[in-house]
T-cell receptor, first 115, second 109 residues
Framework: GAVVSQHPSWVICKSGTSVKIECRSL??????MFWYRQFPKQSLMLMATSNEGSKATYEQGVEKDKFLINHASLTLSTLTVTSAHPEDSSFYIC???????????FGQGTRLTVV | RKEVEQDPGPFNVPEGATVAFNCTYS??????FFWYRQDCRKEPKLLMSVYSSGNEDGRFTAQLNRASQYISLLIRDSKLSDSATYLC??????????FGQGTELSVKP
């Protein structure tokens, strides 16, 4: 299957700093990527839809100024958590669909801990 | 009402047991349906797609009923390695996936 690479796999940062997470589709062009967040013992919650060359679409309740998404190319989307706080500590995961939209391919996820 | 609802867990079963997971979805315009498996602290991995005609992959059988907006997964002859969280997933449009809360399965010796 297609490969989606997410980096870093884990990060610890101080409260108030910003963290950038990268999501790359390695062997296909992804016009759309999705960002999810998963808190312990909960399911994945869609945060935003990232469209190449245009603004991301955020789900209700997700602060667009706090979670900055950039999708500058067909193979790269980035999520920046700005002014991170301990409550932002979570598992962040991206996915990308191929042109047929028959399956979503997930990155390995990024475990963010804000101290 | 949640868009995708699953059986609450956890399910604790002995090896060799048959276990069934149920799922309902609310958006009648949903396009495609999947079961994903997620191991602890890992990304979800596709287990199987779900079709109205029903589909089987070894010990796993998935079924979709569009009229009642119901999806099921049956696991026969459970193995220890089947222990994981099983996620019912619905594709709303264009790859946008909505996840159920997941059902944890624990298979014991």
């Amino acid at each position: 299957g297609a490969v989606v690479s997410q980096h870093p796999s884990w990060v610890i940062c101080k409260s108030g700093t910003s963290v950038k997470i990268e999501c790359r589709s390695l062997d296909f062009q992804a016009t759309t990527m999705f960002w999810y967040r998963q808190f312990p013992k909960q399911s994945l919650m869609l945060m935003a839809t990232s469209n190449e060359g245009s603004k991301a679409t955020y789900e209700q309740g997700v602060e667009k100024d706090k979670f900055l998404i950039n999708h500058a190319s067909l193979t790269l989307s980035t999520l920046t958590v700005t002014s991170a706080h301990p409550e932002d500590s979570s598992f962040y995961i991206c996915s990308a669909s191929n042109s047929l939209n028959t399956e979503a391919f997930f990155g390995q996820g990024t475990r963010l801990t804000v101290v | 009402r949640k868009e995708v609802e699953q059986d609450p867990g956890p399910f604790n079963v002995p090896e060799g047991a048959t276990v069934a997971f149920n799922c309902t979805y609310s958006n009648s315009a949903s396009q495609s349906f999947f079961w994903y498996r997620q191991d602890c602290r890992k990304e979800p991995k596709l287990l199987m797609s779900v079709y109205s005609s029903g589909n089987e992959d070894g010990r796993f059988t998935a079924q979709l009923n569009r009229a009642s907006q119901y999806i099921s997964l049956l696991i026969r002859d459970s193995k220890l390695s089947d222990s994981a969280t099983y996620l019912c997933v619905v594709n709303i449009e264009g790859g946008k996936l909505i996840f159920g809360q997941g059902t944890e399965l624990s298979v014991k010796p």
